[in-house]
């Protein structure tokens, strides 16, 4: 009895609308019409041969491949420097952490600023020595590495927090028998500690994975997919087709269909990387 | 199409404005409510509650800026109240206008639509299709409601199908706005009626000085219908037309069309004369009165956005001999039946809202062009209103120029952000005019065929 009111939340605002997002991808319909003719799997089959949808997918692809790594290779780095034990870490590890307390709308702002091609602080520093000036957001090359340097500020210290206290986790023991053995400090950070942060480490990159996948905030406030559909991902290409009608009239079905197929492409992704993780992680010491 | 230049700022605040408003709407009711009821729509008891959803924003800015679009529609609304105890009308703050159409569709999945929305023309083939909308064409009518005063264009932007859906809320047109100090240290004429499209340029690139951050135009590369509508205004000066006389066919990718881009394309790519706004929330704006650039093709409502800079307002420039045709983005209040009563007590405040008292009253207040021609056209109005709004008076004789409307489609949206793209491709230098505008006629064929 007591789960009831928790029970009945959950499936109004979770089970309903995955059941009604499932019925109108069935359908040919917009929001606004009450006109909703049935029309088979046919929304699901256009998918592959709509050239938006797959240039979104491809961007979401390179920014994916981009932003992963870098962001998770960045945090191991951080993470060991902010595991010393130097005066004002508590600062450091404050600094590299407030990112991400930022709303990302703020976070856009200030880089809409700092990469602004004609004003920013950005093309005016590397301006000083000869570099640019660079176009960033407003050049259809730039604006998808611009958009993952954006996105790594703002998620690095979630990521480094999590290796932050896995390395704590590392026992010292090993870490000084291997020294006593006359284990060299990369060679004991190779072969000892980077193993057992296998499990952070498959935690991070199912996690970035999506997220990377499902990318929309930044895109949605800053580059608004463009220029020229060079920064336009799935998820902001789906609230195109379902809140506007850009790309069609009655393109919410269409819409409603993407997000399954975009569900399922990243339950086969999370499915791949933990049968991966499984082979290579070791989850005890 | 009223674009707020105060978009980006406006971006936090929309709850808590909403939430405000709701608060004052309902405070200043109270008032009304005490007195006994003998308005038309209700005897004794409770008023007619109705909902209004607007895009002005709130009546202070965050900047503590006295709003005066937002103050002239709040004070008649109050003044309506006063005067109508059997009807309350509150006034909702909801969104800035690019994004009106997205409020109201989701407004309308859960049943919680307005009475009473502003929203922009080209939304009105789509909003025919919701199920309570309004169909006012009977009511228009009314010969008391006086429907044919309205301007022309606007009056058919409401209208879809042979059926009016919208009464017009604002309208607007695109003329250029110039810094009379830049031209004068530039050494250079200010625009004249008689300027061409090649004076423009030229004039354009001898304000541009990379060395100083100043340019001399500006134009919104985001390809959303901002981009679009500032090239139609070209296109059809230089002859051409968006689609052919039954809307069945792209007619942009026309040598006038070519032409109109080839333009864009001269200023933008070779001259590098243009600051291309990709972002498109505010900074030409900013840029423009921090005098950065020389020169704008922007609406009567960018005006108070200019407090810094000593401007001009001129018609467009032509292509050779051709006309000055500029465009108008008249913008509706679109109607819902909720129900009770609503509708009619809906009726009776637009009626009034829009009746020529009250549009006078708002352009003094706000700056906005009349959109009843009686209003536009009385004796003393323009010197009025120019004396209050230096150069407003331009952009009420340029409503002449106004002589053709954007195709009313459902489908509309679709085919400006196809043109938008062609546009700022080309803007950007990545494809020639007449390749880009004949992809984009291949892919506006197929939309219009039904694919």
């Known amino acids: 009895m007591f789960v009831l009111p928790s029970v009945l939340l959950v499936a109004l605002f979770s089970i309903f609308p995955v059941v009604w997002g499932f019925v109108l991808s069935l359908q040919k319909a917009s929001l606004i019409s009450p006109n909703r003719p049935f029309v088979g799997a046919d929304n699901y089959t256009r998918i592959a041969s709509d050239p938006v949808a797959v240039k979104a997918a491809t961007n979401a692809v390179i920014y994916t491949f981009l932003f992963v790594p870098s962001s998770i290779i960045l945090a191991l780095f951080l993470a060991v420097a902010l595991n010393q034990r130097i005066r004002l870490i508590r600062f450091y590890r404050l600094a590299v952490f407030i990112p991400v307390a930022v709303s990302t709308i703020a976070t856009g702002v200030m880089f809409m600023w700092v990469f602004d091609a004609n004003f920013g602080i950005a093309n005016w520093t590397l301006g000083r020595v000869g570099l640019g000036p660079f176009g960033w957001f407003d050049s259809p090359s730039g604006a998808m590495p611009s958009l993952v340097i954006m996105t790594i500020w703002g998620w690095l210290g979630f990521d480094t927090i999590i290796y932050l206290a896995a390395l704590q986790g590392v026992p010292h023991e090993l870490a000084e028998a291997a020294a006593v053995d006359g284990a060299t400090r990369w060679s004991t950070f190779r072969t000892i500690t980077l193993p057992l942060l296998g499990p952070a480490t498959l935690l991070l990159v199912v996690w970035s994975t999506i997220s990377a996948v499902q990318l929309f905030d930044e895109v949605y406030f800053v580059t608004k997919g463009g220029p020229l559909g060079a920064t336009s991902v799935p998820v902001f290409y789906i609230y195109k087709l379902a809140f506007t009608s850009s790309y069609g009239f009655s393109a919410a079905g269409y819409a409603a269909a993407l997000a399954y197929a975009l569900f399922v492409v990243i339950l086969i992704l999370t499915l791949v990387q933990f049968w991966m993780g499984n082979r290579v992680v070791h989850y005890s010491s | 199409m009223r674009r707020t230049h105060r978009a980006k700022r406006k971006l936090v605040v929309p709850a808590v404005a909403a939430i405000a408003l ?341 352009s003094m207040e706000a700056g906005h062009l009349p959109t009843r021609t009686s209003v536009g056209q009385a004796p003393g109005f323009q010197e009025a209103f120019d004396k209050k709004f230096p150069g407003e008076g331009l952009f009420v004789q340029n409503l002449e120029n106004v002589t053709k409307a954007r195709p009313v489609l459902p489908t509309y949206d679709e085919i400006s952000r196809i043109m938008g793209e062609a546009i700022v491709t080309v803007m950007l230098g990545q494809a020639e005019p007449q390749q880009a505008l004949d992809d984009a006629a291949t892919k506006v064929n197929a939309v219009l065929a039904g694919g």
């Not at chain 2, 929203?119 to 008391?144: C, E, F, H």
């Not at chain 2, 018609?315 to 000055?324: A, D, L, Q, R, Y």
């Open chain 2, 22 to 362: 709701i608060a004052v709407a309902c405070t200043s009711g109270s008032d009304s409510g005490s007195t006994s009821a003998s308005g038309s729509a209700g005897g004794s008891g409770a008023p007619i509650e109705l909902t209004m959803w607007h895009g002005y924003g709130d009546v202070i800015d965050n900047q503590g800026q006295t709003n005066y679009e937002a103050k002239s529609l709040t004070d008649l609304v109050n003044e309506f109240n006063d005067a109508n105890p059997g009807i309350h009308v509150n006034l909702v703050y909801t969104a800035v206008n690019d994004h009106a159409l997205e409020k109201l569709t989701v407004g309308m999945q859960g049943g919680q639509q307005p009475d009473i929305a502003y929203q922009y023309g080209t939304s009105i083939p789509q909003l025919s299709t919701a199920p309570s909308i309004m169909d006012l064409t009977d009511r228009v009518q009314d010969p008391s409601f006086k429907w044919d005063d309205f301007v022309q264009g606007a009056r058919d932007a409401a209208t879809f199908d042979g059926h009016v859906y919208g009464i017009p809320a604002l309208i607007d047109n695109l003329a250029i706005v110039y810094n009379k100090d830049m031209f004068a240290s530039a050494g250079i004429d200010p625009p004249t009626a008689d300027w061409t499209w090649d004076d423009f340029r030229a004039a354009a690139q001898t304000l541009t000085d990379p060395s100083k951050q100043q340019w001399g135009w500006a134009f919104p590369t985001d390809a959303t219908e901002d981009t679009v509508w500032h090239y139609d205004a070209m296109l059809w000066e230089a002859g051409g037309d968006i689609l052919n006389a039954d809307n069945t066919q792209a007619a942009f990718n026309s040598p006038a069309g070519v032409e109109a881009l080839t333009a864009l394309q001269q200023m933008a790519v070779t001259d590098k004369s243009v600051y291309l706004d990709q972002q498109n929330t505010g900074k030409t704006d900013q840029l423009f009165n921090s005098g950065n650039i020389g020169m704008l093709v922007t609406g009567p409502w960018a005006l108070s956005a200019y407090p810094d800079v000593d401007y001009g307002v001129q018609v467009m420039p032509t292509f050779g001999n051709g006309p000055h045709t500029t465009i108008a983005g008249p913008d509706m209040w679109v109607m819902f039946d909720n129900g009770d009563g609503r509708a009619d007590a809906a009726w009776q405040f637009m009626s009034w809202l829009t009746a020529a008292q009250q549009v006078k009253a708002d």
